[in-house]
C-alpha cells in the first residue's frame, strides 16, 4: 500500500489503518497475511461514512429512495428526509440527510441541474428518556427514572407538578429546553465531531481547550451560538 499511510493500535487490541487514497484501500482489503500471520481486513464502520445536509425545495416529491439511486454517483449511500412534527401531524421538510461513502464531504453536489450546498450533518444530543441524561439510550440505561419537567423521581411528567428543574444543569427549565447549557455544550462537541469527522472523545477534549475549561465549565456556562450555514437555492428536480 505504499508509505504513505498511518496506523496505530487501538483500544480492542485492532491496529487502525489509514490510507489516503481510493487505490490504497483497494490493495489494503486484499491482504490475507503480514508474514505468517493470518489477518482480516474490515473497513472502519464509521470514519469510512461522513454524514451532510442539502436543502432543495424543488426534491420535495422524491422518495428517500429516489434520492439515494439519483446521488449514487456522488458516493451517497443513504438518504433521510428530516421529518418534523407539529401540532400532532408529521411534516416533511425540504432537509435531507445524506450518508456518503467518503472520507470527507463534498461541498456540493448536483442533483440534476440543481447545484445543492452540502452542509455538516450536527445531530441533537442523544438524550435518555428514563435517566434523562445525555449520551446513551433508555433501552441501555442503569439509571433511574426521572421526570424530565422537574428532575424528581416517583411520577410521570404528565401528572407532575412540581418546580421546574433541569437534571443535567439544575437550572429552571425542563431537561429538553435548547437554551439548557448542558445541552449546547453537547450540541457544540457534535458540531466539532461532525466537521472535522473525528471520534466523540476527540471532539469533547477540543471544545474543552476551546473553552479554556473542563466540560462542566463548558455546561454551565453554555457555548458560543451555532454558526449558521448559508444555503444556495435553486430549482430543478432529480432526472
Known amino acids: ?14 491496529i487502525q489503518i489509514e490510507v489516503e487514497s481510493r487505490s490504497q484501500s483497494s490493495a489494503l482489503v486484499c491482504i490475507k497475511k503480514l508474514g505468517d500471520i493470518p489477518v482480516s481486513i474490515t473497513k472502519h464502520r464509521i470514519l469510512n461514512i461522513v454524514k451532510g445536509v442539502i436543502s432543495e425545495s424543488e426534491l420535495l416529491d422524491c422518495s428517500d429512495s429516489e434520492i439515494e439511486e439519483g446521488l449514487r454517483e456522488h458516493g451517497v449511500v443513504a438518504a433521510r428526509r428530516i421529518i418534523m412534527r407539529r401540532d400532532g401531524k408529521e411534516m416533511q421538510t425540504k432537509h435531507i440527510v445524506l450518508s456518503f461513502q467518503l472520507h470527507r464531504l463534498p461541498q456540493t453536489i448536483k442533483a440534476g441541474y440543481l ?13 435518555c428518556f428514563k435517566c434523562q441524561r445525555f449520551g446513551h439510550g433508555s433501552q441501555v440505561c442503569r439509571g433511574q427514572e426521572t421526570c424530565p419537567k422537574c428532575s424528581g423521581n416517583g411520577h410521570t411528567p404528565e401528572s407532575c407538578e412540581n418546580t421546574v428543574r433541569c437534571a443535567n444543569c439544575k437550572g429552571d427549565h425542563p431537561v429538553y429546553s435548547r437554551s439548557c447549557p448542558r445541552w449546547k455544550a453537547e450540541k457544540e462537541i457534535l458540531r466539532i465531531k461532525a466537521e472535522q469527522n473525528i471520534p466523540y472523545k476527540a471532539a469533547k477534549a477540543q471544545a474543552e481547550f476551546a ?18 450555514s448559508v444555503e444556495t437555492q435553486t430549482s430543478g428536480c432529480l432526472p
Open 115 to 127: 447545484n445543492c450546498h452540502v452542509r455538516p450533518y450536527v445531530p441533537n444530543p442523544r438524550r
Open 211 to 228: 473553552s479554556k475549561g473542563t466540560f462542566s465549565e463548558v455546561a454551565r456556562r453554555g457555548v458560543a451560538p451555532l454558526r449558521k
Open 1 to 14: 500500500i505504499g508509505k504513505s499511510y498511518k496506523a496505530k493500535k487501538v483500544s480492542s487490541g485492532d
